[in-house]
């Protein structure tokens, strides 16, 4: 049964920093699209980040506009882990941040992550 499960939110001040990790089980994603997305209440869910294998040890990594600069994903394929590093963190940033997989052959994310909240205060 594979799993993805988040930790490391919490309640930060403006401007401080948090990180994210996600720990994947049951099969590993390292061929695979691995995300960051967030839903703060009444929104959309929205793609904060993503990290795409391009071949070999490569991977690439996108961010959406607002995080560029200040979020930065990365992954650990020994331990089945991606992180989302947030810095500079800002109170728009409040909300629930899940992990999620989209394998190699599909187009659309097939894990998800059960979510942990992030919550930045002005």
């Known amino acids: 049964q594979v799993q993805l499960v988040e930790s490391g939110g919490g309640l930060v001040q403006a401007g401080g920093s948090l990180r994210l990790s996600c720990a994947a089980s049951?099969?590993?994603?390292?061929?695979?699209?691995m995300g960051w997305f967030r839903q703060a209440p009444g929104k959309e869910r929205e793609s904060v980040a993503a990290?795409?294998?391009?071949?070999?040890?490569?991977?690439?990594?996108t961010y959406v506009d607002s995080v560029k600069g200040r979020f930065t994903i990365s992954r650990n394929n020994a331990k089945s882990t991606v992180d989302l590093q947030m810095n500079s963190l800002k109170p728009e940033d409040t909300a629930v941040y899940y992990c999620?997989?989209?394998?190699?052959?599909?187009?659309?994310?097939?894990?998800w992550g059960q979510g942990t909240q992030v919550t930045v205060s002005s």
């Open positions: 049951g099969r590993t994603f390292n061929r695979d699209t």
């Open positions: 999620a997989a989209k394998l190699s052959s599909s187009s659309d994310y097939a894990y």
């Open positions: 990290s795409s294998w391009l071949g070999g040890n490569t991977y690439y990594a």
